[in-house]
């Protein structure tokens, strides 16, 4: 969260990840797709944090795989430093992945059980056939993360969940990266481990100038650690908008939403708190709802546009995107919720 | 206390033991009562013993190679010592349970409106179409649209929330006087997490059941219990009213989780306080205080004699070297 | 930043190396009574086999024109002759102990031609999917669609009866066994999150498969070896009973030995009785070696 500058790392447009679905035990055809992702514009600073934030089934983590094209986009460009990746095959794409570098979820999963953490360390850097001393090398990673040298010649599996977390993080700053998706980095932890790992991303932040594209369901996860937050729904984009702003002023309906449910770890606050409650669940990505797709669910929906004019994501004179057709008129309040009375006998 | 006591647990610990290896004592001396109505939270993180105590309590620990000890007084009979015959008597009826993940929790070959006629026909003697009436009844009482539709469908038709939603309907089917709840919202994600709550929420004060609570969500625990013990390695370490415990924590543990969790209303650019080390970082009871090693607090006391649960201030603690002070204002300078 | 201190303060604090995966199955298949009693079984099975010509009191081929001697436990037993003699005049327990080292060398060999061509297979299969593996995966069920007796016949028709003809024929059949297994966990590792994120620091293809994919995926084919070698040297028997083994008839082989002692089970039951035995002791040890070490690699077991 430091050492902003103007230069763009990675810049994303239309960007779209679809599955096909298909049916036919002989011939199989495609009768539909999954919208994982759907038409998603981004803009990434150096040395600063993106936040994506979403519920499951938002399509955040495909679009982070798809980032780092570990899953081959549908559609749409992703360019990386100035030169589109999206393109971008074989061996020309797996020398630049030393500089796009990713942390995942579950540490122990993501670690091969049969490497020690010596030969996981330095397994990349040897891929690359970068110049260095293993030994050296090693303990510098380690101290990096604040493991002990000791760890060198352990497994994966006698460490504790923040401790592997912290052997995820080593791997991937391993190749100097310029650029890191983390897809739920701390979600898999115990919640006293949850802030060392958060920390430790923000100090390696600091020190190594990395980018950051942390990818997470926890709303207060996110806001610790990005400049920038991005909200998903059902593959697209609802609201971008500076982190401090977003969680004071959020204007996407859904986002109100999001930000409201989040219990706090505080009595009175939670007195005081109203849930504001959407009704029904989250529609099938292969068959999402037309104009905005959040509309079936929103407790600001207009009888106009709604249903049948999908909202661009417009940036508003605050300097918020928001993907809303009523954005204004619901922030100065002219268009209020429905009655809570309303929205409960939706939901029955 | 003046209310009427409805489950009072005294002493309970739970030893597993396997052939091979030493034995295991995932939770001891856990006390503590609930009254009639009232909600009580069991907060702790993986490995603290909360999970197990709840299965201990319902009797659905495995019987081999574990020893139950205490007694847990639910309207003058003990629990633990209960026949399998009595046991069946109350579980379902009078204490229900509901479990974190809820798709292993459901009959997946038995639809929705089956498996909650089931329980309401085992323990009342009504006719199959009355238990169909009630049972949709329930299903509309947990926010389920449209549940005569949803009667005839199978588990695997449901979406997380609603299959949460269809055990909570069958938790509480039978009217029970208590709901076990552990860590029922989550699998779940915020919005569905929210709407679950509220009803839960809601049902309890209606129906006035008690609630116990299990979760290792602080913020879950905030808005919904009016009492709350902390587990830590297997036993309770600081139980206190839900003010008092959040705003002046006073084991070093429940402080140090305040302080580690990011929160939503906290200022942005402070850095988060971690604990250090990991929950599996302990040393046994029998030697001094199991959270020692990652005690910033820590004394030479701590490593020469076991603390005990004792009345400190207006709360219980098993601490020799509390927290001072409001540790809220600190946080906020 | 905090000091990890690695699983606290006195677990384990001795050892200063880690605890590789082979290592820790190791150490749980040696507290394993099931697993100690296979490993007895089999390392006997293996002594006995390779000092055969030490262990035996007789030459295999030579033999003594007395009467049908009895085993030291009937009344009358021939001197010299513990376990008696066969109808041919040699000596059982002779036989025995080289039936031994015969049920070794073609258990053994016919293994690892199952194993090595099936892993091969599997291998192919597992790694490049899509085409390659729909090819392999359709050969492999026809193999697996063959009766290995069947296919056990023809082979020796074609190399006449002998020992490599037994290897060869038990070996094919066990080919489908491997190439399906070793596939099927190939497939459900290259799922896992290490291999994508193998893929994520760009590490190359061959790597990630031979590095990462097929080390993983061994440990439910090494275990099935194991239980295979049981079943090869039954069917090693099996196949000698139906005449199709080794023809010298100097040779001594168990499953040979139970066919001739067949016409004169009545009056000597024991000559059967004998190499039977031998077959289902050593077919056990195996098999219990086997099932220890599926139960020491199951992760779910670990610590």
């Given amino acids: 969260m430091t050492s902003e500058t103007d230069e763009v790392v990675l810049e994303v447009s239309g960007l779209k990840v679809h599955f096909p679905i298909k049916a036919g035990s002989l011939i199989r055809r495609q009768v539909g797709a999954v919208k994982a992702v759907d038409g998603v514009d981004l803009t990434v600073k150096s040395g600063t944090t993106l936040g994506i934030v979403g519920e499951s089934g938002c399509g955040k983590s495909t679009l982070g795989k798809a980032l780092l094209k570990l899953i081959k986009p549908t559609e749409g460009t992703i360019s990386f430093d100035g030169s589109d990746i999206s393109q971008i095959y074989g061996e020309r794409l797996r020398r630049l992945r030393r500089r796009m570098q990713m942390i995942f979820q579950d540490p122990l999963s993501s670690l091969n059980p049969r490497q020690s953490v010596e030969t996981l360390l330095t397994e990349p850097m040897k891929a690359h056939r970068l110049d260095f001393d293993p030994k050296t090398k090693v303990a510098e990673l380690l101290d990096l993360v604040g493991l002990p040298h000791s760890a060198a010649n352990r497994y994966p599996h006698e460490f504790s969940g923040g401790q592997r977390q912290r052997l995820g993080i080593a791997r991937a700053v391993a190749l100097e990266p310029e650029l890191v998706i983390a897809d739920e980095p701390v979600s898999a932890l115990d919640v006293s481990i949850q802030a060392q790992v958060i920390n430790l991303l923000r100090e390696l932040q600091e020190r190594l100038g990395l980018t950051y594209i942390v990818i997470a369901h926890d709303l207060a996860v996110v806001r610790h650690v990005s400049d920038e937050i991005a909200v998903m729904y059902l593959g697209v984009i609802v609201e971008q908008a500076p982190a401090e702003q977003l969680y004071e002023h959020p204007m996407h309906p859904y986002t109100k939403a999001l930000l409201s449910a989040v219990p706090l770890p505080d009595p009175k606050a939670e007195d005081e708190r109203k849930p504001m409650l959407l009704s029904g669940e989250l529609p099938s990505p292969a068959d999402p709802p037309t104009g905005c797709r959040f509309h079936t669910r929103c407790p600001f929906r207009q009888p106009t546009r709604c249903a049948d004019e999908r909202p661009a994501l417009v940036e508003h004179s605050s300097g918020q995107k928001v993907a809303c057709h009523w954005a204004d008129e619901i922030a100065s309040g002219t268009i209020t919720p429905r009655e809570e009375q309303d929205a409960v006998t939706t939901a029955r | 206390m003046n209310e009427k006591q409805l489950l009072s647990v005294d002493g309970l610990s739970v030893t597993f033991s396997r052939r091979g290896r030493d034995p295991v004592e995932a939770v001891s001396e856990v006390s503590f009562t609930i009254a009639e109505g009232e909600h009580v939270g069991i907060v702790g993180e993986s490995g603290s013993g909360k999970s197990v105590t709840a299965m201990a309590l319902m009797g659905l620990l495995p019987e081999r190679g574990t020893t139950v000890e205490g007694s847990a007084t639910y309207r003058e009979q003990d629990l633990l010592s209960m026949s399998r015959r009595q046991l069946n008597q109350i579980r379902g009826s009078e204490i229900a349970m509901v479990f974190q993940d809820p798709m292993s929790s459901l009959n997946p070959v038995v639809t929705i409106g089956t498996q909650i006629s089931e329980v309401i026909r085992r323990h009342h003697r009504v006719s199959s179409k009355e238990a169909a009436n009630r049972s949709a009844e329930m299903l509309d009482r947990v926010g389920i649209p449209d549940p005569r539709r949803r009667l005839r469908e199978y588990p695997h038709q449901l979406s997380g929330g609603i299959r949460q939603r269809v055990l909570i309907a069958i938790a509480l089917a039978c009217e029970p006087r208590l709901l076990i709840a552990d860590e029922p919202t989550t699998a779940l994600d915020v919005t569905i997490q929210a709407q679950i709550l509220n009803e839960l929420k809601e049902l309890v004060a209606d129906t006035g059941t008690s609630l116990i609570m299990i979760t290792h969500d602080l913020g879950v625990i905030a808005g919904l219990c009016d009492r709350v013990h902390v587990m830590y390695s297997g036993r309770i370490v600081e139980s206190a009213r839900r003010y008092q415990l959040f705003t002046t924590p006073r084991h070093p543990y429940t402080g140090g989780l305040l302080q580690s969790v990011p929160r939503l209303d906290s200022p942005q650019d402070e850095p988060l306080r971690p604990i250090e080390g990991s929950p599996t970082d302990t040393i046994p009871w029998t030697d001094g205080c199991a959270f020692q090693p990652r005690c910033p607090h820590a004394i030479d006391q701590c490593l020469e004699a076991t603390p005990h649960l004792e009345p400190y201030e207006d709360r219980m603690l098993r601490c020799f070297n509390p927290l001072k002070g409001d540790e809220d204002d600190k946080r906020d300078r | ?303």
């Fill in chain 3, 1 to 303: 930043m905090t000091e990890g201190t690695i699983n606290g303060p006195r677990a384990r604090a001795q050892r200063s190396h880690g605890d590789s995966l082979w290592r820790g199955a190791f150490r749980r298949l040696s507290r394993s009574p099931m697993a100690i009693a296979g490993a007895l079984i089999v390392v006997v099975f293996l002594i006995v086999a390779t000092f055969a010509p030490v262990l035996a009191p007789y030459e295999p081929a030579s033999t003594e024109w007395t009467q049908l001697s009895t085993p030291y436990w009937v009344q009358g037993h021939g001197p010299g002759h513990p376990l008696g003699i066969d109808r041919w005049g040699s000596d059982m327990l002779t036989q025995l102990i080289f039936g031994a080292r015969q049920s070794l060398i073609i258990g053994v060999v016919a293994t690892a031609i199952g194993l090595l061509a099936g892993a091969a297979l599997g291998t192919l299969a597992g790694a490049f999917g899509g085409w390659v593996d729909m090819i392999v995966m359709r050969i492999v069920d026809i193999m697996l669609s063959i009766p290995s007796l069947l296919l056990a016949i023809s082979i020796a028709a074609i190399l006449g009866k002998s020992s490599a003809a037994l290897m060869i024929a038990i070996g094919v059949g066990q080919v489908p066994i491997f190439a399906r297994l070793l596939r099927g966990s190939m497939l459900g590792q290259k799922n896992a999150d290490y291999v994508l994120a193998a893929d994520a620091l760009g590490l190359r293809r061959r790597t990630i498969v031979m590095g990462h994919v097929l080390p993983n995926s061994l440990g439910p084919t090494i275990v099935q070896a194991t239980l295979n070698l049981a079943t090869a040297i039954i069917e090693v028997a099996a196949l000698s009973y139906l005449g199709l083994g080794e023809g010298d008839p100097a040779v001594a082989e168990w499953g040979r030995m139970i066919v001739s002692a067949q016409d004169r089970f009545e009056i000597a039951p024991w000559l059967a009785f004998y190499p039977g035995i031998c077959i289902a002791i050593t077919a056990l040890g195996f098999t219990l070696l086997g099932e220890s070490l599926r139960e020491a690699l199951d992760p779910k077991q670990r610590r």
